[in-house]
T-cell receptor
Framework: AQSVTQLGSHVSVSEGALVLLRCNYS??????LFWYVQYPNQGLQLLLK??????LVKGINGFEAEFKKSETSFHLTKPSAHMSDAAEYFC???????????FGRGTSLIVHP | SQTIHQWPATLVQPVGSPLSLECTVE??????LYWYRQAAGRGLQLLFY??????ISSEVPQNLSASRPQDRQFILSSKKLLLSDSGFYLC???????????????FGPGTRLTVL
C-alpha cells in the first residue's frame, strides 16, 4: 500500500520569500511522484513529475522538487514566492504497476504582499 | 492536442433528485478515465475509474454510479442525491494501452455540485 503525507494544511509566506511545501511518501516499490497545483474553482494541473531520471526535478513557474529516497521525501520549493503562486498544492504517488495514484490532502499556499 | 471537458460547470440540486455529470476527452483513444470528488476542506477522493468501455471500478461504496458508454465519455450518476454529495467533481484521464500506469493525470475543469 502507498500513502502520502503533506505536512501543514496551510503554509503562509511573504511575497519574495522561499516557498517550501513538504511531502513524504510510503511505497513498497520505487514510485512515480508528482506535484499538482489547483487554482480556485479549477482542475488540477501538473507542476512536475519524478520518474527516476534525475533526483532534482524542475517544473513550471519556477518550482522544483528533490527526490530523497533515504528520507522518502519529495518536497516542493521555489526560491521567491509570487502572489500568483497562491493556490492548493497536492503531492501524489503512483507505484509502478498501478493505475491508481494516491494523493495527499493538499497544502494551501498563502502569499502575503 | 488532447482536451477534457466537463459539464455542467455548476449545478444546484434538491435532495432526492437525480444527477448526471458528463466528461468527454478529445484527441486521444482508449484513455483511462477517473472521477474524483473534493469536499470542502478535504483532499481528493477517487470515486470510480475505467480502463475501457463498460469497465468500471468503484473505489467507494455510495449512492453514486458511473458509466462509460463510449471510449472517450465518462458519466457520473445518482438516482437520489444526498446532502453529503455536495462537492467539486473532477474528471481526469491518463493514456491507455501503452501508458496509464504511473502516468500524469490530466484533469478537467470540474463541476461544482450543491445539494440543498
Amino acid at each position: 500500500a502507498q500513502s502520502v503525507t503533506q505536512l501543514g494544511s496551510h503554509v503562509s509566506v511573504s511575497e519574495g520569500a522561499l516557498v517550501l511545501l513538504r511531502c513524504n511518501y510510503s511505497s513498497s516499490v520505487p514510485p512515480y511522484l508528482f506535484w499538482y497545483v489547483q487554482y480556485p474553482n479549477q482542475g488540477l494541473q501538473l507542476l512536475l513529475k519524478y520518474t527516476s531520471a534525475a533526483t532534482l526535478v524542475k517544473g513550471i513557474n519556477g518550482f522544483e522538487a528533490e527526490f530523497k529516497k533515504s528520507e522518502t521525501s519529495f518536497h516542493l520549493t521555489k526560491p521567491s514566492a509570487h502572489m500568483s503562486d497562491a493556490a492548493e498544492y497536492f503531492c501524489a504517488v503512483s507505484s509502478r504497476g498501478s493505475y491508481i495514484p494516491t494523493f495527499g490532502r493538499g497544502t494551501s499556499l498563502i502569499v502575503h504582499p | 492536442s488532447q482536451t477534457i471537458h466537463q459539464w455542467p460547470a455548476t449545478l444546484v440540486q434538491p435532495v432526492g433528485s437525480p444527477l448526471s455529470l458528463e466528461c468527454t476527452v478529445e484527441g486521444t483513444s482508449n484513455p483511462n478515465l477517473y472521477w474524483y470528488r473534493q469536499a470542502a476542506g478535504r483532499g481528493l477522493q477517487l470515486l470510480f475509474y475505467s480502463v475501457g468501455i463498460g469497465q468500471i471500478s468503484s473505489e467507494v461504496p455510495q449512492n453514486l454510479s458511473a458509466s462509460r458508454p463510449q471510449d472517450r465519455q465518462f458519466i457520473l450518476s445518482s438516482k437520489k442525491l444526498l446532502l453529503s454529495d455536495s462537492g467539486f467533481y473532477l474528471c481526469a484521464w491518463t493514456p491507455g494501452l501503452a501508458g496509464g500506469i504511473g502516468d500524469t493525470q490530466y484533469f478537467g475543469p470540474g463541476t461544482r455540485l450543491t445539494v440543498l
